[in-house]
């Protein structure tokens, strides 16, 4: 299959965490205003809810475009300013000492699209906070003191796209902490450094979510995001993800961009990304990684960017498949990025630069091959195949020619990431030879095995239920005999009883409410 070519290591991208998405908007929206008010004084609160509907711009804000952009920013203001006008827009609100975020205090701004709150002392934020803003589009909460999700505050919510809660003091995310805002298309959860605890269920509703931001939250393990079917950036740098496993990324079918810079990743295990089916661009720079699984980007189709450099690869026959990797997919920029750190005699080569030469390899070893199994249809099963080291690939090849991997789709077969082939629940078609194929960049080693299945066999019927079937016989028979010897005795039409020509055994015998034969189907 040819492979997209691209550039090894292009400049790296912006830091996604470091400035929301509104501040570009942010900057146009701050041209010199047409009309101002008084600065650096004392308002009154919009708060308690209902606040007339005014036209007038606040004395501590400016105001322009006939009032549809409100600017309230460092006027030292302790609540939200009473009397914006009701077409505003864009309000924001950013660097004052606001602490609470009242009900309805937005609710007669039926038209305003973005709301910034950030660099405030905001702590907490009232149930219906947020009433009466069906237009909102963009919300900024990051740089608060909020240490819970106000999931309550974000019913109503329809249109809402983007939802920045970066640098709060957010110790817990809650099962379905965003399902009330479903609309969701960007989440910043960066920087939210006393986090403790994610829930499996977190993320739950967020079908339509583009981009999440869980940088620098000091994560030990990838939390569970296969709710996020849609999800195609994902921000993952700074935190402490030594090890990633296989299936930390399941569901993400859709994720193009995935960034684990400065993350301490010292060990990717075998078949982690396999279900990163659309991923584009890869960043694991500045982590401590010194080798990678066999054929580890294999299943990356449509990967063209990756950025692998400040790792300290211990440059031997694990990288060698990286160095083939390299030439075959972005020929001409090999000696971009990686560099070995080790042995002495490698130190600061090009990964991409390689070749067998340098190394003395040997095909991988199977420590565990299979062995032969007999089970009955219906048993799962499983033929082991473990290897000395977790940086080969490992294949199978079925009595029918089949080649399965991990992450290969079978109802009932699977291969899991430790090489295991496993079987939920055996047929009597899986019966057959079995070869498991380990690989490495020095060549292949395989084992075969054979699995036989067995029928189920019928079950046997008890001595009630016989003596009930040779009763039913001995009548059966009594009756025809007598019916054939006296055609017309009793009988319509000188044919006997109604149902005599064709007498059946019965199918299913029932003692009591226990039915004692019954019909396996597999």
Sequence with gaps: ?????????????????????????????????????????????????????????????????????????????????????????????????????RTDTFKHLRHLEILQLSKNLVRKIEVGAFNGLP???????????????????????????????????IESIPSYAFNRVPSLRRLDLGELKRLEYISEAAFEGLVNLRYLNLG???????????????????????????????????????LRKLWLMHAQVATIERNAFDDLKSLEELNLSHNNLMSLPHDLFTPLHRLERVHLNHNPWHCNCDVLWLSWWLK??????????????????????????????????????????????????????????????????????????????????????????????????VTVQDTGQYTCMVTNSAGNTTASATLNVSAVA?????????????????????FKAHYSSNPSGGGCGGKGPPGLNSIHEPLLFKSGSKENVQETQI
């Design 216 to 254: 620098m939250c000091n994560l030990k393990d990838i939390p569970n995001l296969t709710a996020l079917v849609r999800l195609e950036e994902l921000e993952l740098s700074g935190n402490r993800l030594d090890l990633i496993r296989p299936g930390s990324f399941q569901g993400l079918t859709s």
């Design 458 to 478: 019928h079950l046997a019927l008890p001595a009630l239920e016989r003596d009930h079937l040779n009763h039913h016989h001995y009548v059966a028979a009594a």
């Design 328 to 425: 075959e997919t972005v020929p001409s920029n090999t000696t971009c990025c990686a560099r070995c750190h080790a042995p002495a005699g490698l130190k600061g080569r090009y990964i991409g630069e390689l070749d067998q030469s340098h190394f003395t390899c040997y095909a991988p070893v199977i420590v565990e091959p299979p062995t032969d199994l007999n089970v009955t249809e219906g048993m799962a099963a499983e033929l082991k195949c473990r290897t000395g080291t977790s940086m080969t690939s490992v294949n199978w090849l079925t009595p029918n020619g089949t080649l399965m991997t991990h992450g290969s789709y079978r109802v009932r077969i699977s291969v899991l990431h430790d090489g295991t082939l496993n079987f939920t629940n």
């Design 135 to 169: 237009s909102l589009n963009t919300l900024e909460l990051f740089d608060n003191r909020l240490t819970t999700v106000p999931t309550q505050a974000f019913e109503y919510l329809s249109k809402l796209r983007e939802l920045w809660l970066r640098n709060n003091p």
């Design 1 to 101: 299959m040819a492979r997209a070519r691209g550039s090894l290591c292009p400049p790296l991208p912006p830091r996604r965490m470091s400035w929301p998405h509104g501040a570009l908007l942010f900057l146009w929206l701050f041209s010199p205003p047409l009309g101002a008010g008084g600065g650096g004084v004392a308002v009154t609160s919009a708060a308690g809810g209902g606040t007339p509907p005014a036209t007038s711009c606040p004395a501590a804000c400016s105001c322009s475009n006939q009032a549809s952009r409100v600017i309230c920013t460092r006027r030292e203001l302790a609540e939200v300013p009473a009397s914006i006008p009701v077409n505003t827009r864009y309000l924001n609100l950013q660097e004052n000492g606001i602490q609470v975020i």
